[in-house]
């Protein structure tokens, strides 16, 4: 997947242009934010279920070794394999080993942003085995050849119209003249399509929203059901899962469970969670054969013990990016890799490198609200704010803004100066702003202009304000 | 180095873990004690008003609820459900000994075809093991007797389950999964079932019959 995080600027004006893509964001901001705000009114208990999820993450990840190894024998004693991957190039290969093992050609595929980020289907295809994707908004990009521009929603940029069009390229068994103007009958038709998918696959993959270390079980939350049939019909099944997933027992995952359906979709609960472990017993009549577990860490263990340590609690349920301002205003591809919204643009720099995704935990006015509605209360905008001073002590700013605020920063360590100076140009700036009192013009900061007016400062500075203020603070009687 | 090392270096390493005993006392205890965390109270009901509450949340997550007498009338429920909704007096169901105690035989129209879906039926019955007020959850365990195919592939899952398995919460179903198959156990797979399949992948409308069944008919057993 070509990176375009350090295109972010360029990526986000074409987005604000792309009237397709608007359409389609307005269901974002319409859709997911009341469902959660019910959803969370109707639990009394919410808020402290968030700080109960909170600390058990807190837990495992101050004891993330020995969670690990505990997993990993119980995975064992099941009857299921697990295989250690530091990179994303090991992960792949690992796949590719046990596709060869099986002589596997085709691989169906329940939703998962871990195989996103190995991208997984680019390497599949090119060893010459078919990745089909079967959630449904996973289906229409593959289809497209885009990735996911949602963690929870991967097709929200796209409208019905652009989904009908895409089903009448590729279905080209089906009858041309057949009616798909209703949501309905398009996911009637992806239905009936990947029905036959599912009996074909040799191996199912499927990612993992948590690893029970007191089982050796990994936990699936779906709605559709893909992710259940993707592992139940094939031979093989393959988890592939980040090591931050694991979770002491399975009252733990209740904990985390009851917050992030809410979180998410504002769902109770979603309709199929479940839990496998090993493969299919000696007398079940169905199930896989095989059961292997992947434990990906690429380059989650580099974020322990840093001040990032706490976005390794993130259970992706996509709440942040729902609630986000520039994230309803660009949507998610602007951000250039694989995760989007306040969660990728701590995660991103993080993965692939603050010289390379830089931009966006600038893209944020901290408004507050992903935090606000985080169900694992990670302090998003802190750790926003940390990669922009580590991007400033790597000196990867723009030469204009490190000269800009270093100018700024002189003038304000000399506050005699300052107040002097804003005490001058005041009475100056009002008088310049005109009968309308407001610039459309400023040197320097054009960009910010273009747009809107800069109105101009009007009566007493705020520093001759908060004096006053103090001054009859203390003259009052009371 | 085996990535396996290289990755738990890591970790111990940034964990500062070396030389705290007291970790792995700690880790053990709680995977042996297991504490149950945050209880919300909306389940915790005596029996009658705790099936009440169950049925109110699964039709609320758009399933479909019928309450019967005994165990004895399931048959005839089962072939009610199929006759509402004009779909041929088929199922498919399992070996599940609680199902197989029931009079099917009255059923003189009612075909019933035992052991794993191919893709092919219409409708299927499982009985589950279990099921959670709070949530209008179901909760089956896959075995011999219990194909978790049954679950995902019919057009229509008719799930049975006894008034007295209605639990209050998710906790309830992990104490018997510890009773059934022992601590730090579990059967191949345990399904959570709250309502029928579904996706808003297009345009965020909530569409029913995505992958798996399109309706889900839940039959409580009382008595």
Not at chain 1, 22 to 48: N, T, W
Not at chain 1, 331 to 338: D, F, I, L, M, R
Not at chain 1, 339 to 367: E, Q, W
Request: aromatic content about 6%; some cysteine.
């Amino acid at each position: 997947m070509l990176i375009t995080s350090p295109a972010f600027k360029q990526n986000a004006h074409e987005a604000l242009a792309d009237a397709q893509l608007q359409k389609a964001m307005g269901h974002v901001r319409s859709g997911f934010i009341d469902k959660r705000s019910h959803a969370v009114e109707a639990l009394p208990e919410f808020d402290a279920l968030r700080d109960s999820a909170r600390a058990i993450k807190d837990h495992t990840l101050a004891n993330l070794d020995l969670y690990l190894t505990a997993y990993e024998e119980k995975v064992l004693a099941a009857g299921g394999k697990v295989h250690w991957a530091e990179t994303a190039a090991e992960a792949r290969g690992i796949v590719l080993d046990i596709c060869r093992m099986h002589d596997a050609k085709t691989v169906a595929k329940g939703k998962s942003m871990i195989t996103e980020e190995i991208e997984l289907n680019d390497f599949l295809e090119a060893s010459g085995i078919r990745p089909v994707e079967t959630d449904l908004g996973e289906y229409i990009i593959q289809l497209r050849g885009e990735h996911p521009s949602h963690i929870i929603a991967p097709a929200v940029h796209l409208n019905k119209e652009q989904v009908e069009a895409d089903f009448r390229r590729v279905h080209t068994d089906l009858p041309p003249e057949r009616d798909l103007s209703d949501p309905a009958s398009l996911l009637g038709e992806a239905r009936r399509v990947l029905r036959q998918k599912y009996f074909e696959a040799d191996i199912g993959i499927t990612g993992a929203n948590f690893l029970v270390a007191e089982t050796g079980s990994s936990i699936i939350v779906t709605n559709e059901g893909n992710g259940d049939l993707s592992q139940i019909l094939p031979r093989v099944h393959v988890v592939i899962a980040s090591i931050e997933k694991v979770v002491p027992t399975l009252e733990d995952a209740a904990q985390i469970l009851r917050v992030l359906a809410r979180s998410a979709t504002g769902q109770e609960m979603s309709v199929y969670t479940t839990v496998s472990t090993g493969p299919r017993r000696p007398n079940d009549p169905d199930g896989p054969d095989e059961y292997h577990v992947i434990l990906l860490d690429n380059g989650r263990s580099s974020m322990l013990g840093t001040e990032f340590q706490e976005m390794l609690r993130c259970i992706r349920c996509g709440a942040c990016m729902n609630h986000c301002p520039v994230y309803h205003a660009v949507g998610g591809h602007a951000y250039g890799w694989v995760y989007p919204g306040p969660m990728g643009a701590v995660l991103t720099p993080s993965l692939i490198g603050v010289d390379k995704a830089g931009h966006l935990p600038n893209a944020s006015t901290f408004c507050g609200r992903c935090e606000s509605v985080c169900p694992m209360k990670i302090p998003l905008p802190k750790m926003m704010r940390h990669w922009r001073e580590r991007e400033w002590e790597r000196g990867l700013n723009p030469t204009a803004a490190r000269t800009g605020l270093k100018f700024w920063a002189w003038f304000a360590r000399r506050p005699a100066l300052y107040h002097l100076a804003t005490w001058l140009a005041f009475p100056l700036l009002a008088v310049a702003g005109g009968r309308k009192r407001r610039f459309g013009f400023l040197p320097l900061a054009g960009g910010w202009v273009r747009h809107r007016d800069m109105p101009a400062p009007q009566g007493r500075t705020f520093m001759q304000q908060w004096r006053d203020r103090d001054a009859l603070k203390q003259g009052s009687p009371l | 180095m085996s990535a396996r090392e290289a990755i738990l270096g890591k970790v111990r390493k940034a964990l500062d873990a070396s030389g705290n005993a007291g970790r792995l006392d700690n880790v053990w205890d709680r995977l042996m004690e297991a504490p149950a965390g945050i209880i919300p109270t909306r389940a915790q009901l005596d029996p009658e008003a705790r099936v009440e509450l169950f049925c109110r949340m699964a039709t609320q997550a758009a399933a479909t609820v019928a309450r019967v007498a005994g165990e004895e009338v399931v048959p005839a429920a089962v072939t009610a459900y199929l006759r509402a909704r004009n779909l041929p007096a088929k199922v498919r169901m399992g070996g599940d000994r609680r199902l197989k105690a029931m009079p099917w035989v009255n059923e003189r129209t009612l075909q019933v075809r035992h052991g794993p879906s191919d893709g092919d039926d219409e409708a299927s019955v499982s009985h589950a093991a279990a099921a959670i007020a709070e949530t209008g959850t179901l909760a089956l365990f896959s075995g011999k007797d219990n194909p978790t195919t049954l679950n995902f592939l019919p057009d229509h899952h008719i799930v049975v389950v006894d008034a007295a398995d209605i639990g209050g919460d998710l906790e309830s179903v992990m104490r018997l999964a510890r009773a059934r198959y022992g601590k730090g156990e579990m059967p191949r797979t345990l399904n959570f079932i709250t309502g029928p399949s579904r996706s808003g992948d297009i345009e965020q409308k909530l569409l029913l019959g995505a992958h798996g069944p399109r309706a889900l008919h839940i039959i409580v057993v009382d008595g």
